[in-house]
Structure formats: C-alpha cells, structure tokens
C-alpha cells in the first residue's frame, strides 16, 4: 500500500466519523427539543435527555459540553428551519403566490416541529434571555425586508396598505399556535391530536383572511 492509498483511506474514515458525529448530534438535538419543550430549559436535565437517548451524561457532554450550549444549539436549529420561509416574501414577485406561501411554510412549520416552536415560544416568553442577540441579528434583517417589500407592494397599488409590522405579528402568532396550542385545539375538536386536513384547513382559512383583507377596495 503507497502513501496515496493510505492518505485516501485516512480522509475516508475521518468523513466517516465527521457523518456520524453529525448523526449523532441530530438525534440528541431531537431528544432535546422534546424535553426542552415539556419541561423548560430549568427543568430539563441532561441526565434526562441522556436517559431518553440511552447514553450517559458524560457521554452526552462529548458532543455538547454544557446544558448551555445545548439548549443554544436546539434553539439555533429551530430559527434556522423558520428563516428558512421568510424570504419568500422579499423574493417574492407576486404578494398573492408570495403570502399564500408564506402562510403555508409557517403552517408547515407548527405541523412538523410543534416541539422546536414551543422550545423558541418559552424562549421568547421568559424575555429570551440566551437567545436575544440572535434574534436581533437574525430575525429583525429579514423582518424588515419583508415589510419593505409589503410597502413596495401598497405603493405599486397591488395590495391595501396596513400597519405591516403587526401584520406579520398577527400571521406569526396564528400559524404558530397551531404548534403552541395544539393539545388545545384537538381538544375542542374532540381528537387526541391535530390531524393533517386539520393544518391544510387552517392553512387555507388564514390565507382566505389575509388574501381578503389586502385587497384593494373596487
């Protein structure tokens, strides 16, 4: 065997183990999530989240080093899958397309992370105290391109101009609810969970509303 072979066998195995730490790190953040989510970042312990995984909490603190950075971590992966949708309104071409997708990416977004958005909910109700300057540097840029593009949009004439910041409030905390409040509105619906044509329903209710109340008066 020359050096080449072993040189390319060494940079094999080190992808090899980098693939698997990455695995690995995904299923502690999803253990996390779950009992970042139930139980808050004061009352879930590694101890716990390392029970839930069958690992130690040494073993835990191999691929995360303190609760700390943990709980960061799961909170950096949630903003990370929320942002992803938000450009869809400052790319967007057309506000109709660009609303109603938007409106279901956030949909989506409750449907298929209810723990990530009630983790990021806590967060946000406790003052956000590890994840402030994250929000600050993250969300409010993109935040502000989207109002730009709804006050592009009133000045084209293409939609009725309204007091856009709370605008996106009031679709954030609609289609976060449906994560947030869910137990809640299964319970009203007499169901033991949320099912799918329940989010399709409320995906299309929101974008009736918000499609009706932009439009431009005849």
């Known amino acids: 065997m020359n050096t080449n072979d072993i040189t390319t066998e060494a940079a094999l195995a080190m992808k090899i183990t980098a693939v698997k730490r990455k695995l690995k790190e995904a299923e502690i953040l999803d253990a ?6 139930q139980y808050g970042f004061a009352g879930a312990s590694l101890e716990d989240i390392g029970a839930r ?4 909490r040494h073993s835990l603190l191999y691929y995360y080093p303190s609760k700390d950075t ?4 799961v909170l950096n992966r949630v903003l990370d899958i929320w942002l992803e949708s938000m450009s869809e309104i400052s790319e967007g071409a057309n506000p109709q397309e660009a609303l109603s997708d938007y409106i279901g990416s956030k ?6 992370h ?5 983790v990021f909910t806590q967060e946000i109700i406790t003052g956000a105290p590890y994840f402030k300057d994250v929000l600050e540097t993250r969300v409010t ?11 592009r949009w009133a ?8 007091d856009f910041m709370h605008f996106m409030f009031g679709i954030w905390a ?3 609810s449906y994560a947030d409040l869910a137990p809640q509105f299964a319970l009203l619906l007499g169901k033991a969970q949320l099912e799918a044509s329940d989010f399709t329903s409320a995906e299309h209710m929101l974008s009736s509303l918000v499609l009706r109340g932009l439009a431009l008066d005849k």
Request: glycine residues 6%.
């Open 32 to 37: 996390a999530e779950v009992m970042f989510a």
């Open 53 to 56: 995984l069958g690992m130690s």
């Open 70 to 73: 943990l709980y960061l971590a």
């Open 107 to 112: 949909i989506r977004f409750s449907q298929e």
């Open 114 to 118: 209810p723990y990530g958005s009630r």
């Open 141 to 151: 840029p993109q935040l502000e391109k989207d109002i730009a593009a709804l006050e």
């Open 155 to 162: 000045d084209e004439g293409l939609i009725r101009r309204l």
């Open 174 to 176: 609609v289609t976060q």
